[in-house]
């Protein structure tokens, strides 16, 4: 088997933003008092994330190499 890193995961895909919405539906589930609702996260494009650190446009994980 090469070496390398390898992703392991079901089909489809999630954005950072459909990531941070299930935290949030889940916390609510569970009764975590909130200080921002989920209706107050927003996605936004990689380009308009302010950060010093340059950032790849796409970081979805790849089932390619299974």
């Given at each position: 088997m090469p070496l390398g890193i390898y992703?392991?995961?079901?089909?489809g895909e999630a954005s950072w933003h459909g990531i941070a919405c299930e935290i949030f539906r889940q916390a609510t589930a569970l009764g975590?008092?909130?200080?921002?609702?989920?209706?107050?996260?927003?996605?936004?494009?990689?380009?308009?994330?302010?950060?010093?650190?340059?950032?790849?446009?796409?970081?979805?994980l790849t089932l390619g190499k299974l």
């Amino acid at each position: 088997m090469p070496l390398g890193i390898y992703q392991l995961a079901p089909t489809g895909e999630a954005s950072w933003h459909g990531i941070a919405c299930e935290i949030f539906r889940q916390a609510t589930a569970l009764g975590v008092d909130l200080a921002i609702a989920l209706d107050n996260v927003a996605a936004i494009p990689t380009a308009d994330y302010l950060a010093p650190a340059q950032r790849i446009l796409n970081s979805r994980l790849t089932l390619g190499k299974l």
